[in-house]
C-alpha cells in the first residue's frame, strides 16, 4: 500500500524568507509524485511533479521540490515566500509500477502562513 | 486554459436523499475521477473512471455510490441514500491518461447532508 506523510500541520515563514514543506513516501515500486495547493473555498491546483530524471523538478508561482530516493522525500521549496504562498498544501504519490492503479494518495495537508 | 467544472458548488439534502454531483472534465482527456474531502481531513480517493466503465474504487466507494458519464461531456457521482457522514467536499478531476499524469481537479461540491 502506498502512503504520504507530511509531518507539520502548519509551516510559519516571514516574506522573503526561504520556505520548505516536508513530504515523505512510502510505494512498493518506484513513486510519481506530486504537489497541490489549495486556497480557500478552492480546488486543488497543481503546483508540480516529480516523474522521472532530473530529481530537482520547478514548478508553479516560483515553487520546486526534491526527490530523494535514499530519504524517501519530496519536499517542496521556494526561494522567498510571498504573503499569497499563504495556502494548504498537499504532497501526492502514485506507484510507478502498479499501472492499472491511477489513484493519487494525498498526504494530510500542511497550512503555509506567510507572514508580512 | 482548459478547466474541470463541478455543479452545484453547495448541495444541502436530507437523510436518506439521492443526490447527483455533475462534473465537465477537461474536454481532451481519458481519465476521470472522483475524490472527496471531509472537513479537516485528507483528500482521499473514491473512484476512477475509463472507457465508459470504473477502473478502480476505493473501499468508501461500496454500493450507494455509482458514477455515470451520461454524454460526451459530463461525469456524474450519484449517492442513493445520504448519510450524515457523507457530508464533505467532493472534487471531481481529470487527465489525459498519456504523456502528462498529473490530474487536474475541479473547484469541487460541498455536500451537506443534514
Known amino acids: 500500500a502506498q502512503s504520504v506523510a507530511q509531518p507539520e500541520d502548519q509551516v510559519n515563514v516571514a516574506e522573503g524568507n526561504p520556505l520548505t514543506v516536508k513530504c515523505t513516501y512510502s510505494?512498493?515500486?518506484?513513486?510519481?509524485l506530486f504537489w497541490y495547493v489549495q486556497y480557500p473555498n478552492r480546488g486543488l491546483q497543481f503546483l508540480l511533479k516529480y516523474i522521472t530524471g532530473d530529481n530537482l523538478v520547478k514548478g508553479s508561482y516560483g515553487f520546486e521540490a526534491e526527490f530523494n530516493k535514499s530519504q524517501t522525500s519530496f519536499h517542496l521549496k521556494k526561494p522567498s515566500a510571498l504573503v499569497s504562498d499563504s495556502a494548504l498544501y498537499f504532497c501526492a504519490v502514485r506507484d510507478v509500477r502498479d499501472t492499472g492503479r491511477r489513484a493519487l494518495t494525498f498526504g494530510s495537508g500542511t497550512r503555509l502562513q506567510v507572514q508580512p | 486554459e482548459p478547466e474541470v467544472t463541478q455543479t452545484p458548488s453547495h448541495q444541502v439534502t436530507q437523510m436518506g436523499q439521492e443526490v447527483i454531483l455533475r462534473c465537465v472534465p477537461i474536454s481532451n482527456h481519458l481519465y476521470f475521477y472522483w475524490y472527496r474531502q471531509i472537513l479537516g481531513q485528507k483528500v482521499e480517493f473514491l473512484v476512477s473512471?475509463?472507457?465508459?466503465?470504473?477502473?478502480?474504487k476505493s473501499e468508501i466507494f461500496d454500493d450507494q455510490f455509482s458514477v455515470e458519464r451520461p454524454d460526451g461531456s459530463n461525469f456524474t457521482l450519484k449517492i442513493r441514500s445520504t448519510k450524515l457522514e457523507d457530508s464533505a467536499m467532493y472534487f471531481c478531476?481529470?487527465?489525459?491518461?498519456?504523456?502528462?499524469?498529473?490530474?487536474?481537479f475541479g473547484p469541487g461540491t460541498r455536500l451537506t447532508v443534514t
Open positions: 473512471f475509463y472507457n465508459n466503465e470504473i477502473s478502480e
Open positions: 510505494v512498493s515500486g518506484n513513486p510519481y
Open positions: 478531476a481529470s487527465s489525459d491518461g498519456l504523456s502528462s499524469y498529473e490530474q487536474y
